[in-house]
């Protein structure tokens, strides 16, 4: 009789066990629309990530065009299956960086074509911090030293050809051998310059004075500064503020325990008054400058808010952000598809805001 209630109970803990493991498993595999949405329209045939749904010839500010594939998108990617523990999903952008974006030195292009053709020779800062960072935690959540080793190279190219004076800019031209002068505040991304350290890639005061730019950076009434010039030791301004610029200098900033009372203030005041926020303001005037919102604005101010502990401001704008996306029809899960297009930033970047929301049981 003993042992067959040993037995029972073994099996019950067995039961249970398996039972935990299966939710647990879910929980890591639930697919959000936005993802599927990507998955169906927004990939290339060699598994790049384009930046349109749509080939079109028209160029945006950042000369990206229709089905191109990006190394911010990458890193993004890479970003989001470590938010939803997918191992295979981030085998599989490993597989593309080091197969179509990463050459043998350590260099990342930051731009490709749908086919997978190098047309640019530079790299963009801000995206191999991503990707490197990505990485390292990776190589720690899966115990796949190949990934750490791929950062290292990543990291070290970085820290060897895009420092200037001791700081690393904005981008590394390979062909000219030119690096930037400037540093755009919101590529200053505390944690993945951190690692860098920790993995003795940077050294102390490289860190401390690159934080010291991001620590510095105090905004002129409400809006922070656009970047910073190295060589004339100057933050620059822009007079027509971009939303998601400065939600990314907010959020790095609160990372490091830097005060954004005032943009906080603020975004919270304009999403009282005026329900939206939009995707520009006057530098001067504190008024929107357009009249459009943007999926992605939201889903960085929703990370920030995260951050500085506002779960109410953060569901409030994502009930505003989740208006943009389709509940029906062939492009089902996309934000801000018009006429048949929409950017992937527009996509991807909600989608880590959702992801976050979940993780944290704020949504189900």
Not at 8 to 27: D, P
């Amino acid at each position: 009789m003993k042992r067959k209630v040993m037995y029972i109970s073994a099996l019950l803990v067995m039961i249970s066990l398996m039972l935990f493991i299966l939710f647990n498993r879910t929980q890591n595999e639930q697919r959000f629309a936005g993802e599927e949405f990507i998955e169906e329209w927004l990939r290339n045939e060699n598994g790049t990530l384009a930046t349109y749904i749509q080939e079109g010839k028209l160029v945006d500010e950042d000369l990206v065009k229709g089905r191109e594939a990006l190394s911010e998108t990458l890193g993004l990617w890479m970003e989001y299956a470590i938010e939803k523990k997918d191992a295979k999903l981030f085998e599989e952008a490993y597989d593309q960086l080091i197969h179509l974006f990463l050459d043998e030195k350590g260099f990342v292009y930051w731009k490709l074509t749908e086919d997978g053709e190098k047309e640019v020779w530079a790299n963009a800062l801000v995206d191999d911090l991503r990707i490197a960072s990505a990485l390292f935690q990776a190589a720690e959540l899966w115990n796949r030293p190949v990934y750490k080793n791929t950062a290292r190279s990543v990291s070290n190219y970085l820290v060897e050809n895009n420092a200037y004076k001791g700081i690393l800019t904005d981008f590394y031209d390979k062909k000219i051998r030119y690096k930037s002068r400037i540093i755009t505040l919101s590529y200053v991304e505390p944690e993945s310059l951190a690692v860098l350290e920790t993995e003795q890639i940077m050294d102390n005061k490289m860190l401390n004075d690159m934080l010291l730019i991001l620590e510095n950076a105090e905004p002129q009434r409400v809006f922070f500064p656009k970047s910073y010039n190295v060589q004339t030791r100057e933050y620059q301004f822009d007079d027509t503020i971009n939303l998601i610029d400065q939600s990314l200098v907010a959020y790095y900033r609160a990372k490091r325990g830097y005060s954004t009372n005032t943009f906080h203030s603020f975004i919270k005041e304009q999403f009282d008054k005026h329900g939206v926020i939009y995707g520009q303001y006057n530098r001067h005037s504190e008024k929107p400058a357009v009249d459009y919102e943007s999926p992605a604005i939201y889903g960085w101010l929703i990370l920030y808010s995260l951050q500085v502990n506002d779960d109410a401001l953060a569901l409030q704008l994502f009930n505003e952000m989740n208006k943009f996306q389709l509940k029906e029809g062939q492009y089902k899960g996309g934000y801000s598809v018009y006429k048949e297009d929409t950017h992937i930033f527009d996509n991807l970047v909600p989608l880590i805001a959702e992801r976050e929301l979940y993780n944290r049981k704020l949504i189900k």
